[in-house]
């Protein structure tokens, strides 16, 4: 396949896509994939995306996107070549849900600012699932495969639209000493099951304790892991520095390592 000069970018990218598939002469590894093979690749250039935004590297942004791009395609492709669908019905479904969902763009609706905008949207939404699946629930269509705390949020702000939330964050706050407390009475008797179910409603309240403050808890945590992993290079690079033997620290002469590395990062 030789790349025509009049063609468009994306034109060139679905012939790419089309050629890696040709079964005379496509690439051998890519003519074995299915959607299940690349539905991991597709979460993982996702991530990679978030990644360089967090890094503030707008400079790799571009390859990240277009590598995101790619997984659009290839899935588009392989529907292409079952019959079911094509790139084209992928980006026409996009742009007519667009137009849908915002009538105060494209209508004869008004809004009077952004919190007005977002329950417009969830309303439409919530017709949408309905009338695709038979059912208004509540909390129906929420992907079972998001991330847990990801998926934690939008169930909590689903039930927070009719009314199931605590009205201030005293409440919520107090939710996480709670479930904190039971799962220091599982972990007391030692109930490893028990200890599993209150360590996840944990988890669920502290995410819902992000969303009343504004924050996704998956950055969060991406954030305390660059920070834990930063400090813990400068641990080791101290233990190194002293002769490289870990043995030779105990807890209490690596926690002055880790303080000292915190020290270092001065105040946030």
């Known amino acids: 396949m030789t790349k025509q000069s009049d063609n468009s970018p994306i034109d060139s990218l679905l012939e790419i896509m089309a050629a890696l598939r040709n079964p005379a002469g496509g690439c051998p590894w890519d003519l074995e994939q299915t959607f299940a093979t690349i539905a991991p ?24 996107l ?4 790619l997984q659009v395609v290839y899935h588009a492709r392989l529907a292409e070549e ?3 669908f094509a790139f084209r019905d992928v980006v026409e479904r996009i742009c007519d849900k667009m137009i849908r969902r915002h009538p105060h763009v494209f209508g004869e609706e008004t809004v009077t600012g952004s919190r007005e905008q977002t329950e417009s949207w969830e309303a439409l939404k919530r017709q949408e699932r309905a009338a695709k699946r038979g059912t208004d629930r ?3 269509g929420i992907p079972v495969g998001l991330p847990g705390l990801t998926r934690a949020v939008k169930l909590t702000r689903r039930a927070a639209r009719v009314g199931f939330d605590w009205p201030e964050l005293g409440g919520v706050r107090g939710k996480v000493d709670e479930e904190l407390a039971e799962l220091d009475e ?6 490893g099951e028990a200890s599993a179910v209150e360590m996840g409603d944990l988890l669920l309240a502290v995410a819902n304790l992000c969303r009343h403050l504004d924050l996704d808890p998956e950055s969060c945590l991406r954030q305390a892991n660059l920070r834990f ?12 520095d ?13 926690d002055r390592l880790w303080e000292a590395a915190k020290r270092a990062e001065g105040p946030r």
Do not use: N
């Open 41 to 64: 690749y597709t979460i993982e250039e996702a991530y990679e995306v978030a990644d360089a935004i967090d890094r503030e590297a707008l400079d790799e942004l571009p390859e990240e």
């Open 186 to 191: 599982a972990l007391g008797a030692g109930d």
């Open 242 to 254: 002293a002769g490289g033997d870990w043995g030779a620290f105990d807890l209490a002469g690596l």
């Open 138 to 140: 509540v909390l129906g």
């Open 66 to 69: 277009g590598d995101l791009l």
């Open 229 to 240: 992993e930063r400090r813990f290079s400068q641990v080791e690079d101290g233990v190194r």
């Open 82 to 84: 079952a019959g079911a």
